[in-house]
């Protein structure tokens, strides 16, 4: 089992940044991939970023790419998310999950464990 627990949400203006975080429990993080997702206001979760175990291999949501940055510290069992230039559009709620297996994946149902999410508020 993996809990997760995101951080850093909160109301930032267009053009900000934020930088999100995913606390892991459990002594198997290293195992997993990671990813963030979203959810907007009536709009169904999406993917927005995912890292493999080792932090090799990311992929990136287009609408995120180039503002956006995942990374992982498996020593400290966290994930964060870098989050530049934000726009409007990026308002959601974010979610942490991980992923039964060492490699990325863009795909909402092959992630195990959720987090609560995050709520990411950006005023035009």
């Known amino acids: 089992q993996v809990q997760l627990v995101e951080s850093g949400g909160g109301l930032v203006q267009a053009g900000g940044s934020l930088r999100l975080s995913c606390a892991a429990s459990?002594?198997?993080?290293?195992?997993?991939?990671m990813g963030w997702f979203r959810q907007g206001p009536g709009t169904a979760r999406e993917f927005v970023a995912s890292i493999s175990y080792s932090s090799g291999t990311t992929s990136y949501a287009d609408f995120v790419k180039g503002r956006f940055t995942i990374s992982r510290d498996n020593a400290k069992s966290t994930v964060h998310l870098q989050m530049n230039s934000l726009k409007p559009e990026d308002t959601a709620v974010y979610y942490c999950?991980?992923?039964?297996?060492?490699?990325?994946?863009?795909?909402?149902?092959?992630?195990?464990?959720w987090g609560q999410g995050t709520q990411v508020t950006v005023s035009s």
């Open positions: 999950a991980a992923r039964n297996d060492r490699w990325v994946s863009v795909q909402e149902n092959e992630y195990t464990f």
């Open positions: 459990g002594r198997t993080f290293s195992r997993y991939a």
